[in-house]
């Protein structure tokens, strides 16, 4: 079994293991490393692409050279530099459902302060912040510490001195726009200008860092390897289309948006959809999920962290399939899409198995229960659709005991939530 899907797995991006592997090893593949975008990756792109690529980021290299060479203005020769912000669970301290008298209070003021301090010169803002702390600092970096703390050479997601500076990754400046358009839209004036223009730039900076075939990367300005991605995770991508559909609109808390701005939202949203349409695997002639990640140039799935494969995602795959079913339109290519989505993860379900800690010092494990809802694992091999698991140390395998206890517990390697979507799939097929 581990020889059958060792030779699958050499045709979807991973590594096999060579002689050097004992036989009977627990390890099926090695993970490779995302991919980052380059001038000489996009010199191998058709003629044709290499134009809008080349533009695309040459601009993010000025955009990278202009953050930076801001926040050097700021640190006067001598001055000590302020340490950076804490983290915490931003989107907690930006509430978008209190009534309208809350974000006319003193308290909400502040957060708002806050958040337009934090804005980066691009217009985006990092992750993993709370917003109702202190305001930034001259010279204060604008992120956290969102190093990887176990960090070791060679690692996918090693440390960087500049890191999410300005990411859509953990609900980052969707929300923040968010927020400063409900602030605005409940403020007057100089209040309400201030709030207006960081969501302008906010949503600027989103129209910016979209990739020339409708995706987005996690970070942008772009800081490489798997940050390049189109992220479909954590409905990073999916939050920034809801985003550009309401801008587009101009309804309720984006009224005041320039209609010209508007406009361009529109667009971006409608290329958004069309480049998750495209992502979608075709194998064998057939349609179906989604990887949490795609290379940005080849649309092909990628890895990520060090325990991410490149392969297909079940959560992601049903929480995009939830995304088509709530849009307003139903176009062909759309049901198809949630008709074969939908047809892979019943193809992909575990039944009679629950993922669950059994008390026995192993952690969480695979009990049979005739009555356990629907499982599904994380990844599935794209040729074969099998689990796959991934250890920090890049080694792949076919079964999640053969993990290490930490990464093993650290990590929802099996989960239910796709059952949501396959019951809203029955609503949509009546029309709901």
Known sequence: MKHLIGSMLATTGFATLAVATPAGADVVAMNQPAESVTAERIAKLPPAQRRIWTAY????????????????AERRPGMPVPPA?????????????????????DAARHVADVVLSFQTPAGGWSKNQPRNGARRLPGQPYVGDNSNGQS??????????????????????????????????NASGADAARYRTGVDRGVRYLLNAQYPHGG???VWPLEGKYHDAITLNDNAMTQVLDLMADVGTGAGDFASVAPALRKRATAAAAR???????????VNGRRTGWGQ????????????????????????????????MGLPRRTPAITTAIDSGVAWLRATAIHGQAWRDANDGKGRSL????????????????DGNRPIFGDRDKTLHDDVMELSGGRRRGYAWYGTAPNAALERYAAWQRGG
């Open 57 to 72: 980021l040459t601009r993010s290299q000025a955009q990278m050279r202009a953050d930076k060479a801001s926040l050097a």
């Open 85 to 105: 912000p804490p983290g915490g669970n931003g989107v907690l301290t930006m509430p978008l459902d209190r009534d309208a008298a809350w974000y006319r209070s």
């Open 152 to 185: 070791t050479p060679g690692d996918f997601d090693a440390s960087a001195s500049w890191h999410y500076v300005g990411t859509i990754d953990n609900d980052a400046t969707t929300h923040e726009i968010r927020f400063l358009a409900r602030m605005a839209r």
């Open 216 to 218: 987005w990367p996690q």
């Open 272 to 282: 958004g959809l069309d480049c998750i349409l495209r992502l979608q695997v075709v």
């Open 293 to 324: 990640q795609h290379d940005a140039l080849t649309l092909r799935i990628t890895s990520a962290r060090n325990y991410e494969p490149a392969a297909l995602a079940a959560p992601e795959s049903a929480a995009l399939l939830r995304y088509l």
């Open 367 to 382: 009990h049979a229960d005739p009555n356990a809802p629907l499982l599904w694992a994380r990844f599935y091999t794209v």
